[in-house]
Nanobody
Framework: EVQLVESGGGLVQGGGSLRLSCAAT?????????IGWFRQAPGKEPEGLAC????????YYPSSVKGRFTISSDNAKNTVYLQIDSLNPEDSARYHC?????????????????WGQGTRVTVSS
């Protein structure tokens, strides 16, 4: 069974940075899974942020995402990270990682089969 557990959220001051983690179990990173991050704020649509291939670490970012998000992975730890820089209050949301046996960029990350519970990020002004 695929399970994803996010961590690293919290309260951060505007201008700061965070690194979110997504620990994955139930599949091998040598398989061709797409693992991505998306966020959702209350009352808003989900927003895809980044995706990485578990097999070769190729990254994908939606064109709507500016360069403040960086996705990476540590295959030895079966963990994917999302670095967020220059945080502002509009970044406050619940951040989820998601996974599917597919390639990045084919479908929105929030439509992947497997989600974690998410980690909440709150940015103060």
């Amino acid at each position: 069974e695929v399970q994803l557990v996010e961590s690293g959220g919290g309260l951060v001051q505007g201008g700061g940075s965070l690194r979110l983690s997504c620990a994955a179990t139930g599949f091998s990173f040598s398989d061709d899974y797409a693992i991505g991050w998306f966020r959702q704020a209350p009352g808003k649509e989900p927003e895809g942020l980044a995706c990485i291939s578990s097999r070769d670490s190729t990254t994908y970012y939606p064109s709507s995402v500016k360069g403040r998000f960086t996705i990476s992975s540590d295959n030895a730890k079966n963990t994917v990270y999302l670095q967020i820089d220059s945080l502002n209050p509009e970044d406050s949301a619940r951040y989820h990682c998601a996974a599917e046996f597919t390639s990045c960029g084919l479908v929105p990350v929030w439509k992947y089969d497997y989600w974690g519970q998410g980690t909440r990020v709150t940015v103060s002004s």
